[in-house]
């Protein structure tokens, strides 16, 4: 299997609510990181997993969460939800020690 | 300010033109990407240089270590060139991405 896939493409949630955003993975990519890009910004990390581990964390407060999965797939977790939490999330992937991230489209997520 | 610079931030063109975006950063890279975001999100990457020079269509991309600065160049621009393209780079021993706040294009016919 090829690319990275994300789910959903959209979503709106309500104001305290928790979200989980997935990532699908290119196969054999050992390593993912997600990223939150705010409007006419450009994306900050929030974190890396590798092998199910998290492997570096960018300056988010813990309700964001992950999980890695065996079968190359991820989730990035949000709970509380705050209205500044509207963006777009993206995850990359990439096998370690072979530099080069495959990006996924995006989940596109609306606080109200 | 932004550990990576990108200019310009907006860059309109005449269909045919030449185009150059440039990206400067502060301190010791192990990788420099190129990335293409359209109107909806998705990021494809374009480039990836560690040194030297890559070409790939109408699209090249080079970087100086020694002045921490790289340029994209698009030749004969076409308007679905039309996106923001996106500077990030990877610090020595780290797995992380620092992204340039993009710089936005639009190519008219």
């Known amino acids: 299997e090829t690319g990275v896939t994300q789910s959903p493409t959209h979503l709106i949630k309500t104001r305290g609510q928790q979200v989980t955003l997935r990532c699908s993975s290119q196969?054999?990519?050992?390593?993912v990181s997600w990223y939150q890009q705010a409007l006419g910004q450009g994306p900050q990390f929030i974190f890396q997993?590798?092998?199910?581990?998290?492997?570096g964390r960018g300056n988010f407060p813990p309700r964001f969460s992950g999980l890695q999965f065996p079968n190359y797939s991820s989730e990035l977790n949000v709970n509380a939800l705050e209205l500044d939490d509207s963006a777009l999330y993206l995850c990359?992937?990439?096998?370690?020690?072979?530099?080069?991230?495959?990006f996924g489209s995006g989940t596109r997520l609306t606080v109200v | 300010k932004n550990e990576v610079e990108q200019s310009p931030q907006n860059l309109t063109a005449q269909e045919g033109e030449f185009i150059t975006i440039n990206c400067s950063y502060s301190?010791?890279?192990?990788?420099l990407h190129w990335l293409q975001q359209h109107p909806g999100g998705g990021i494809v990457s374009l480039f990836m240089?560690?040194?030297g020079k890559k070409k790939h269509g109408r699209l090249i991309a080079t970087i100086n270590i020694q002045e921490k600065h790289s340029s994209l160049h698009i030749t004969a621009s076409h308007p679905r060139d039309s996106a923001v393209y996106i500077c990030?780079?990877?610090?020595?021993?780290?797995?992380?991405?620092?992204f340039g706040t993009g710089t936005r294009l639009q190519v008219f016919p």
């Open positions: 990359a992937s990439e096998y370690r020690g072979i530099y080069g991230y495959t």
């Open positions: 196969s054999g990519h050992n390593t």
């Open positions: 997993y590798y092998r199910e581990e998290e492997n």
């Open positions: 301190v010791g890279i192990s990788a």
């Open positions: 240089l560690s040194s």
């Open positions: 990030a780079v990877r610090y020595h021993n780290t797995d992380k991405l620092i």
